[in-house]
C-alpha cells in the first residue's frame, strides 16, 4: 500500500506490503524512485514485510529546494518509528547505501541488520556526478538517455553490456521508470548538492548491528575495493563480492545477490 508520510515540511512516499513480523526497508540510488527497488522487494516480499523509500528529493516524495545526506538519515529513522517497524534490516542501493550506512551512524538502536550494496566510505560528488564529468556532461543538464549511455558503460559486466547491444540483456524496473517522476535541471542539482563531499567513514564506529557490504567485480560508479574499504572500517562486517557483474547486479546476477543475502539474513 502506498501511502504519504509527513516529516516536519516534507511528505515521504513509502509503498509498504504491510504484511510479516521482520521488516525489511529498501533505499534507492541516485535520480531514481521506489520503483527501482521492487525487484529486490519481489525477492524477499515472502519473507518480510517490505517498504520502499522515495527519498526526499525523488519520486513522489517532497521535493526541496536543498537537503543533505543526514536529512535523509533522520527521515529513515522517522519512517521506522511512524510504521512502528520492529526488527528492521536496512538495505541501500549504491546512494541508498550512503543513506543506510549515515542513518545507522546518527543511531542503531532500531536497526538489526545493515546491507550495503555497491557503496563507498566517502565523496566529493555522486559517482554518476563524476563519471559525466569524466565524459565531458553536466548532470544538470544531461538528458535522461546520455546520463543512461554514460551509466551503462560503468555499471555491466562486459558479457552484460555485449548482450545488451545486441538487444539480449533486460535491465527491467531498475533503470526503467516513469518519465513523469524523473528530476528535471534543478531537483538534479539539489540531489548532486547533497552529496557534496560526504564522508561516512568518520563514524564507522557507531556502526553497531550486524553489517554486510556486497560490492561487484565490475562496477566502475562504485568499484569493489571501495565497499571492502567500508567493510574494514566496520566492526565485524562482512564482504562479499560478486564476480562477473556490475553496478546493476541486482538484473545481473539476482539468484547470486538473492543468496548471498538470504544466508546473511539467515532466512
Known amino acids: 500500500m502506498k501511502r504519504f508520510i509527513d516529516i516536519g515540511d516534507v511528505e515521504i512516499c513509502v509503498d509498504d506490503t504491510e504484511k510479516g513480523e521482520n521488516s525489511l526497508l529498501l533505499i534507492h540510488g541516485l535520480t531514481a524512485n521506489k520503483a527501482s527497488m521492487y525487484p529486490i522487494r519481489d525477492m524477499f516480499s ?19 529546494k536543498e537537503y543533505s545526506i543526514d536529512d535523509h538519515a533522520r527521515d529513515i529513522h522517522e519512517i521506522i518509528s511512524r510504521l512502528e517497524l520492529e526488527h528492521v534490516t536496512v538495505l541501500g542501493y549504491s546512494m541508498g547505501s550512503y543513506i543506510a550506512l549515515r ?4 543511531r542503531c538502536d532500531d536497526i538489526d541488520n545493515l546491507i550495503l550494496l555497491c557503496t563507498k566510505p566517502n565523496g566529493k560528488t555522486s559517482s554518476v556526478a563524476r563519471l559525466l564529468n569524466e565524459a565531458g556532461l553536466d548532470i544538470t543538464q544531461v538528458s535522461q538517455d546520455e546520463m543512461m549511455g554514460v551509466i551503462m558503460k560503468a555499471s555491466l559486466a562486459p558479457d552484460s553490456l555485449e548482450k545488451l547491444s545486441k538487444g539480449e540483456f533486460d535491465l527491467g524496473d ?13 531537483e538534479k542539482t539539489a540531489e548532486d548538492a547533497s552529496l557534496a563531499n560526504f564522508d561516512n567513514s568518520l563514524d564507522y564506529d557507531k556502526v553497531t548491528c550486524p553489517t554486510l557490504v556486497i560490492g561487484c567485480e565490475y562496477d566502475g560508479i562504485n ?6 574499504e567500508v567493510a574494514d572500517g566496520i566492526e565485524n562486517a562482512t564482504f562479499e563480492l560478486i564476480e562477473n557483474a556490475g553496478h546493476l547486479v541486482i538484473v545481473e546476477k539476482p539468484d547470486e545477490f538473492q543468496s548471498i543475502v538470504r544466508e546473511f539474513l539467515d532466512i
Open 46 to 64: 515472502d519473507d518480510f514485510r517490505v517498504i520502499t523509500v522515495d527519498v526526499r528529493g525523488h519520486g513522489e516524495s517532497t521535493r526541496p
Open 103 to 106: 542513518t545507522a551512524e546518527v
Open 174 to 186: 531498475l533503470v526503467k521508470g516513469d518519465e513523469s517522476l524523473e528530476l528535471n535541471e534543478a
Open 223 to 228: 568499484p569493489p575495493e571501495l565497499g571492502r
